[in-house]
Nanobody
């Protein structure tokens, strides 16, 4: 069973920064497609950013503020979030695709991000 571990969530004031990390114990995420989603209270899950082998894509509402990137030393895919706004509050989920005869997507349990003064 593949498990994902997300970390880095917490409480931050508007304008602050957080860095989320997505890891799969025993696997270095050097080439796997990875995406970050979020779900705000009472709303559906939405895509925040995704990274294929070399190309990253961002939702319009985070462009210029968030960066998704691989940390090759840690073997993780991180989401650097700057200039956070109250509307960024929600549970952030990592999705990793792993190839084993076919591509299979795995989800983490989520990490809470709260932006509030």
């Amino acid at each position: 069973q593949v498990q994902l571990v997300e970390s880095g969530g917490g409480l931050v004031q508007p304008g602050g920064s957080l860095r989320l990390s997505c890891a799969v114990p025993g696997l270095s995420l050097t080439a796997n497609p990875v995406a970050w989603y979020r779900q705000a209270p009472g709303k559906g899950r939405e895509l925040v950013a995704n990274l294929d082998y070399v190309t990253s894509h961002y939702a319009d509402f985070v462009k210029g503020r968030f960066t998704i990137a691989r940390d090759k030393d840690k073997g993780t895919v991180d989401l650097q979030m700057n200039n956070l706004k109250s509307e960024d509050t929600g549970v952030y989920f990592c999705k990793v695709e792993i190839f084993a005869n076919k591509w299979v997507a795995y989800w983490g349990q989520g990490t809470q991000v709260t932006v509030s003064s």
